[in-house]
T-cell receptor, first 117, second 111 residues
Framework: GAVVSQHPSWVICKSGTSVKIECRSL??????MFWYRQFPKQSLMLMAT?????????EQGVEKDKFLINHASLTLSTLTVTSAHPEDSSFYIC?????????????FGPGTRLTVT | EDQVTQSPEALRLQEGESSSLNCSYT??????LFWYRQDPGKGPEFLFT???AGEEKEKERLKATLTKKESFLHITAPKPEDSATYLC????????????FGTGTKLQVIP
């Protein structure tokens, strides 16, 4: 199956700083990628849809100025958490749709654990 | 609003004790229903896609079924390595539309 990677796998930062998370499709191109957030013992909540070459689409309640998304190429999307606060501590996961065909399956990255102190 | 509800929240089984996980959904225009497995601290791993009522898919000890209102993930003779959280998700509309996840069922299989 298609492989999606994320970097870093975990990061600790101080309150007020910014953190960038990368999501890469390793063996296929993805014009669309998705960013999710998962709090402990909760399911995945879609934050935004990242579109190559255009602006991201954010879900209701997600601050676009706080969570900056850049889809610079067909294999890379980045999520930057700006001015991070402890409440932003969470597990961030990206995904990309299955390449080609009629399948709407999504392949997920391994996730990035963000801890803001 | 699209809703996906999974039950039970947690399930504890003895090794070899078969059971089923439920995913009920309320959506308009279901495009696909997905089952994922998620291990602690990792991203979800794709298991199955079901597109229409009556469809069934199998993979090793897992079998997924779909009706117009719900989906079941049947686990036959589970092993400890099947312990994980199983997530159900639905997709509506065409193209690469967003996927709505349920809250998951945490399965523990005891040797």
């Amino acid at each position: 199956g298609a492989v999606v990677s994320q970097h870093p796998s975990w990061v600790i930062c101080k309150s007020g700083t910014s953190v960038k998370i990368e999501c890469r499709s390793l063996d296929f191109q993805a014009t669309t990628m998705f960013w999710y957030r998962q709090f402990p013992k909760q399911s995945l909540m879609l934050m935004a849809t990242s579109n190559e070459g255009s602006k991201a689409t954010y879900e209701q309640g997600v601050e676009k100025d706080k969570f900056l998304i850049n889809h610079a190429s067909l294999t890379l999307s980045t999520l930057t958490v700006t001015s991070a606060h402890p409440e932003d501590s969470s597990f961030y996961i990206c995904s990309a749709p299955s390449p080609g065909g009629s399948s709407y399956e999504q392949y997920f990255g391994p996730g990035t654990r963000l801890t803001v102190t | 609003e699209d809703q996906v509800t999974q039950s039970p929240e947690a399930l504890r089984l003895q090794e070899g004790e078969s059971s089923s996980l439920n995913c009920s959904y309320t959506v308009s225009g279901l495009r696909g229903l997905f089952w994922y497995r998620q291990d602690p601290g990792k991203g979800p791993e794709f298991l199955f896609t079901l597109y229409s009522a009556g469809e069934e898919k199998e993979k090793e000890r897992l079998k997924a079924t779909l009706t117009k209102k719900e989906s079941f993930l049947h686990i036959t003779a589970p092993k400890p390595e099947d312990s994980a959280t199983y997530l159900c998700a639905v997709q509506v509309g065409g193209g690469y539309q967003k996927v709505t996840f349920g809250t998951g069922t945490k399965l523990q299989v005891i040797p």
